[in-house]
C-alpha cells in the first residue's frame, strides 16, 4: 500500500569540494516537510571542508550518512548512492544547490493521486542565473507551462519536449525498484562529465509510467557566462560524446518515434553551437565532431524540424554535402514569435529581452558564420 507519508526517500549528494555551499544545501534537505529521509553525503574525496561540514551535520542528525571516498567522479559517486540505497525513492541534490522545503512531500502526494504509481515524478526547477553576484535572479526553467502529456501517468512519446532542455536529474525522484530492474545506472566518467546526461535518456526512454507536477522546486545555480566560455575551451568536445552516449540508448533500445529522435536532434544543435560560438569549425577536432554527430540525425527529420534554424538547417547541409534547403524563414520566423511571447509570461519582458539580445549577437557564429 503507497503511503506518500511514509515512503522513504534516499537523497543522494555528491560532493566534491562543496563547502561554501554544503551547509545551505543540507540545510535545505534537512528542512523538508517530508521528514522519512537519508541523506546519502558521498564525499568524493574533498580537499576541502566538505567533509568537515558532512561530519558535523551528521553529529545532530541521524537520517545523514556520510560515505568517504576517494576521487572517482560524480557517475561513480552515484552509483555508489545507489548501491548504498535504503529507500524506494531515490533523489538527487548536487551540493551547490538547494530545495524548497514541500518538494518531497508534494511529490509524493502527487504520485498518490495516480494509478498506477508513476516510477518517475518530474518536475521543472528555478534556474539560479547569474548566482551569487549582484544580477543574481530566480526564473523559470524553459519546460515550465510546456510538458503537457494527455493523461498521467504517460510515457515519454507523450512528452519528447523532455528530452530537448537540460537533464536537470535531480528535478525529479525515481522509483528504486524501476532503477534496479533495468540495471540503470551511471556511466563512471572521470570529474563531472555530464553523465546525467544518458542517465536522463535511459530512465525517461525505460519508463512506462512517468508522472509531471508543473512546480518548481530545485534551485539549480548556473553556471556564469564565463565558466561556460572556459568550459568550451577546455572540454569542447565532451557535449559531443554525451550527445553519442544518448543515441547509443535510443539505438539499444530500438526508439523510433520521431519526436523523440527530434528532441534529440535539438539537443545536438544545441550543443553544438554552445561550442562553436567559443571554439569554431576550423579547429578540425570540432568538425570531424558536429559531421559524426550530423551522420547519426536522420537527413528528413533534420531538414523538416520546425524549430531549428534556417542557418542551422544550412549548417548540417554544408558539413554533410548536401544541397541547403530553400525557405522556411517565413515559418521560423513564426515560432520565434510563439517563443518570444512563452519568454515574455515565463521569464518575463526584462529577461526576454536580455535573451533576445544575446541570441541576436551571437547568432551568426553559432550557426557556424563568422
Known amino acids: 500500500m503507497f503511503d506518500p507519508r511514509t515512503e522513504l526517500i534516499s537523497v543522494i549528494v555528491p560532493t ?14 534537512l528542512g523538508q516537510t517530508h521528514q522519512n529521509l537519508e541523506v546519502l553525503c558521498l564525499n568524493d574525496g574533498s580537499t576541502d571542508d566538505s567533509l568537515e561540514i558532512m561530519n558535523r551535520y551528521a553529529a545532530s542528525d541521524s537520517r545523514i550518512r556520510i560515505i568517504d571516498k576517494q576521487n572517482e567522479g560524480y557517475g561513480a559517486t552515484c552509483n555508489r548512492g545507489l548501491e548504498e540505497a535504503h529507500g524506494t525513492w531515490i533523489a538527487i541534490v548536487e551540493p551547490d544547490d538547494w530545495i524548497e522545503p514541500g518538494m518531497y512531500a508534494d511529490m509524493l502526494a502527487f504520485a498518490a493521486t495516480l494509478d498506477p504509481i508513476p516510477q518517475i515524478i518530474k518536475t521543472p526547477y528555478w534556474r539560479i542565473w547569474m548566482p551569487d553576484t549582484p544580477e543574481q535572479r530566480k526564473i523559470n526553467c524553459s519546460y515550465k507551462n510546456r510538458v503537457n502529456p494527455p493523461a498521467q501517468p504517460f510515457v515519454i512519446t507523450e512528452a519528447a519536449h523532455l528530452l530537448t532542455h537540460h537533464p536537470s536529474i535531480w528535478s525529479a525522484i525515481y522509483s528504486k525498484a524501476f532503477l534496479d530492474e ?10 563531472a562529465g555530464w553523465a546525467d546526461n544518458p542517465f536522463l535518456m535511459e530512465t525517461l526512454c525505460r519508463a512506462n509510467a512517468i508522472a509531471y507536477l508543473d512546480t518548481p522546486y530545485y534551485c539549480y545555480r548556473e553556471e556564469t557566462p564565463e ?17 553519442n552516449d544518448m543515441q547509443d540508448i535510443l539505438d539499444e533500445l530500438g526508439v523510433r518515434d520521431e519526436r523523440v529522435l527530434r528532441a534529440h536532434i535539438s539537443r545536438g544543435f544545441t550543443y553544438l553551437s554552445g561550442i562553436i560560438e567559443y571554439v569554431d569549425l576550423t579547429h578540425e577536432d570540432v568538425y570531424q565532431a558536429a559531421q559524426a554527430m550530423f551522420s547519426r540525425m536522420d537527413k528528413q527529420l533534420v531538414l523538416t524540424h520546425p524549430e531549428l534554424s534556417p542557418g542551422a538547417k544550412a549548417l548540417y547541409c554544408e558539413i554533410m554535402g548536401y544541397e541547403p534547403p530553400q525557405g522556411g524563414h517565413i515559418h521560423y520566423l513564426g515560432n520565434l514569435v510563439k517563443q518570444g511571447m512563452y519568454n515574455i509570461k515565463n521569464v518575463g519582458p526584462s529577461f526576454t529581452l536580455y535573451s533576445t539580445r544575446h541570441y541576436l549577437t551571437h547568432k551568426k557564429k553559432r550557426e557556424g558564420r563568422s
Open 16 to 29: 566534491f569540494n562543496a563547502g561554501p555551499y554544503l551547509e545551505q544545501c543540507l540545510d535545505s534537505i
Open 182 to 191: 533495468f540495471n540503470i545506472r551511471f556511466k563512471p566518467i572521470p570529474g
Open 227 to 243: 565558466k561556460s566560455q572556459s568550459f568550451a575551451e577546455k572540454s569542447t568536445l565532451l557535449p559531443f560524446d554525451r550527445w
